[in-house]
């Protein structure tokens, strides 16, 4: 069993996939899968003891403590028998993406999963991937597989807190973004349609700079756990797909080459 593992700013996912499974059909497919908050990763070896785990691939963004706590908990899972914890991070270029940064080593190692989960899922097309996270992300990859590069913003609820902390008299509303209207008739709902207006307005300039300067349609895959909030603004075609970052390492593992 292959163990895919996306530790991010505010949760850890899993995935279990079945060495076997391969090609662009198995991308997605788990045996098992998971989401924890950082304060709950004690939970993880209980769901992972008894997989028969060979392989794990783990790209991590939230720093070293994370890396040493996971490492800590693997090793529990894996007593006696451990398996080699394989680290993901950007390079040059890997399973069919070439990065396009001017250090490829400096881009994120999520960002650089996401866009090659992205490319795997629509080969041949030009592409806007925004994952709403912590921070807002939205890169371009091109129809030939080259990641161009992308913006980097608050997250929703970043942006909300910012202001609410930042202005004396505005309430704290970051963990209720919900908006009806675009023009609020009260103080709450004007900072959250602010903010997905400002969230929404980044994702439909990048797609049409895209398509502007491709040439080509664009599609726009939304990721992330604030994509449903930011999904029903969007003026321009869209899907979302759940765990791009854990497809992309799916991609990365399937094709045989080390992910450093």
Known sequence: MLLLIDAGNTRVKWALVPIAMRGRDALGKWSGCGRVEHARL???????????IVRVLISNVAGQAMREELETLLAH?????PVPLEWFCSSPELAGLRNGYRQPAQLGCDRFASAIGAHALHPGEALIVATCGTATTIDAVSADGVFLGGMILPGLGLMASSLARNTAQLPQIAEDLA??????DNTDAAI???????????IERAVAIHARQSGLPVRCLLSGGAAPLVAPHLSVPHAQVENLVLIGLHQAAMTGKAPC
């Open 179 to 184: 908006v009806d209207a675009p023009f609020a």
């Open 77 to 81: 899972v894996f007593g006696l028998a």
């Open 42 to 52: 004690a939970e993880l070896p209980g769901a992972w003891r008894g997989a028969s």
């Open 192 to 202: 959250a349609s602010g903010c997905l207006a400002a969230q929404a307005g980044a």
